[in-house]
């Protein structure tokens, strides 16, 4: 309903303090974890079961296997055939889907909200009753494998941003696609799908956000009654990944291919996470984004970039998610403008960033930045299935619901102070990856 | 003994078939395998146990337990206190000493030819019952760290050399130093240490060779009287370590230090390793390095780079070493002359490379290396130290003592068209890091 959106946006604009939302929080006995986000403006639920686990936790050598198991979710359990899961959801009208990703895995519905009892079942089902043939695992892995040559391998930007990221973790399981590497991919068996599963797949390892229209206790008392019987795992790995050493060493990357038709910089810097009861350096990171590169128009690259006397870029862009277990990332990217080259566009960015750390915080910028992220957080809270995403990933990472709300609060309070000093820490070149796509190799 | 050599030599080369090798080889019941080298101008013997397990074979997270243990390996048995066995080798007037590699740990002993069977005993004994207490294991702990400290954290070439390894590798364990990380080298305990030595410690997972003033089949009945009793492992691991992906984007990396005293540039890149009865590649690539900058005089690129008309360099070196598991590196290196920019340097180099490509090898200086090829191994030769590191470390990686044997016969069969067909397929800059370490950033 976004023609509802601007009125909310004018009235809340108004009002400071962050909005209470109709959030419930409570954990069964066995350790599962429920929030339900109340929404009764239509009868509809989203159910998410999120589980602590992704790629980052994979085996060394099994890359691919959190990402193949989301697959093999699907294709039955004790009790049912592969592909009724889906089936069963498409058949009632509603929708549902899965994605993996370095630190959690989760899975979907969205039905009519008198069928949640119906998709609880069904997921605490395939919680601890898979049951994979070899010949379904078998099939299962050319379809993973169709996935990477589809979305990676023809994809220069994917291969580009695959070789970037494992040259940005010297250490750390982050470095690997979530995908998998193919030679890894083609030899993953069902036993390493299944082993997974077990050492991962545990009420005590999920959590279940219920969104919609729904009550807190009705969501209770069915999760209790579907989920209650698991028992948790008593051999949950602790959550300790191999960390990074000190990054030292400027590293650059050019990626060649005859496919690219817009070339284009990228620079990647190591950056700390978001922690919980401990967020305002990731807030500084992320205003600092939206400063830099978080608005195709007003933001410091593009007013000095793109609309300058003399444009150097026709897109620029800074990105940065806090929301993982591990540091993250800090990323610029520069689509240079006609007859300008990687290099100018790299040195052009360099000068805005240089500028930037010694000319400070534009105060104008900062009030206006911190009113579009005010918006935005608004705007979030009206779709309450992105808000269970929120909570979701949140939660397995390690994050509370108390982080998740504090967060919009916690942007609020970022001073120009602070923009600048997260800047001068996270802006390293130590720490960092540049990498150039192009056609035709331009590099000596 | 020096001054014997330049007779040998002049002697040898003339002869080209390779000269046969009193070299013996057998296997103990319990799997150990055993190599002989006779060597009887002096009565001494060097004794070495090679384990088949090095850095690479660590568990993620645990960087460093190998060379850890190799450490612990000295710190006393069920039946002898810490610092005997050194203390043994030392009151005999002999030398011992250990080392750790990505692919194989390695324990010798050099004493008088009548104590070997002493010497015997005591790898026979530290091999399976090693017993540390906790004290010991702390104060080690201690040990390795300073010497990390010392070696690595103090010496930016080091830094620099482990920073260009770890952006070399995407997937494989090579990445890591063998010394290890050191927050993970901080976390190993005791329990790590003894997992890694009772996974990979046992008579079927190592060589013992054994060089000098001594028969095999004295060596055979010591062997049999030591280690023969030693249960061997029924529970070894496969040697399959995660493989690279492919690598499709050149890297770059600079390293600023202001203790750089002398900058230079090098380049690594990735290229295949030897294998059992299919060297001729790795021979071909052993040749290229020689040709290109295995002397520091005559070699192409000291002669276009160190000797010509606008010297750019006063150092260079190229090199390769195919001795390893998994693909391993080859690399060159220019120390720039003075004046000349890191660039400027790199830029020479790649020409050198461009032309050599292009004009093929010279003949005159392919016999000129395959001679002194032929050289060094009668070099070699007179040293039996030396051999029992060869035939250690060949046989470590899975080569063989035939392999061994054939490979100064291989690198004399490489041919022109070889050497530029293997010079074209690994110097291919998307597997390769080019790496600059200077004292002040010069580059954007």
């Not at 990703?101 to 989760?106: C, M, N, Q």
């Not at 922690?275 to 350096?281: I, L, P």
Request: proline share 6%; with cysteine; glycine share 6%.
């Amino acid at each position: 309903m976004p023609h509802r959106l601007p009125a909310a946006l004018a009235l809340c604009l108004c009002a400071t303090p962050a909005l209470a939302q109709d959030v419930t929080e409570f954990r069964l006995d066995n350790g599962l974890d429920i929030v339900v986000i109340e929404d009764h403006r239509a009868p509809v639920v989203t159910s998410m079961v999120w589980y602590r686990t992704g790629s980052a936790d994979e085996k060394t050598g099994e890359s691919g296997v959190a990402h193949f198991l989301e697959h093999l979710m699907f294709q039955g359990t004790a009790t049912t055939e592969p592909g009724d899961f889906a089936a069963t959801v498409s058949a009632l009208g509603g929708s549902n889907n899965a994605f993996t990703s370095y630190d959690y895995t989760a899975y979907y519905e969205r039905v009519a909200a008198d069928k949640l009892d119906l998709m609880l079942s069904m997921e605490a089902d395939r919680m601890v009753n898979l049951d994979l043939s070899q010949p379904i695992v078998d099939n299962e892995r050319n379809v993973i494998l169709e996935e990477r040559s589809q979305r990676t391998d023809s994809n220069p930007q994917a291969q580009f941003q695959e070789q970037m990221n494992a040259a940005q973790y010297m250490n750390s399981p982050y470095r690997r696609p979530v995908i998998g590497w193919r030679a890894e991919m083609e030899a993953l068996s069902r036993e390493d799908a299944l082993d997974h599963y077990r050492t991962f797949y545990a009420p005590n390892n999920a959590i279940l956000v219920v969104a919609g229209d729904v009550e807190p206790d009705a969501v209770r008392a069915m999760a209790e009654e579907h989920f209650g019987p698991l028992k948790p795992s008593d051999t949950l790995p602790p959550r300790a990944r191999p960390q990074e050493p000190p990054q030292l060493a400027e590293r650059r990357l050019t990626f060649h291919d005859e496919r690219v038709a817009q070339p284009y910089v990228t620079r990647s810097y190591l950056a700390p996470e978001r922690n919980a009861g401990d967020q305002s350096e990731a807030a500084a990171l992320a205003v600092l984004a939206a400063l830099l590169g978080g608005d195709p128009t007003t933001s410091v690259l593009a007013q000095k970039m793109q609309f300058g006397e003399n444009p150097t870029a026709i897109y620029t862009m800074a990105g940065y998610d806090g929301t993982s277990v591990d540091p993250s990332t800090f990323t610029l990217g520069v689509v240079p403008a006609d007859g300008v080259t990687l290099q100018e566009a790299e040195d052009a960015m360099d000068k805005v960033l240089a500028d930037f750390l010694k000319d400070g915080v534009d105060a104008a910028q900062l009030d206006r930045i911190k009113t579009q992220l005010r918006a935005s957080d608004i705007y979030n809270r009206d779709d309450s299935g992105g808000l269970a995403n929120e909570y979701g990933a949140a939660l397995a990472v390690g994050l509370t619901v108390q982080d998740v709300q504090d967060w919009p609060r916690a942007l609020q309070d970022v001073t120009a102070e602070q923009v600048l000093a997260a800047a001068r820490k996270v802006l390293d070149r130590r720490q960092s990856v540049t990498g150039w796509l192009e056609q035709e190799e331009t590099t000596p």
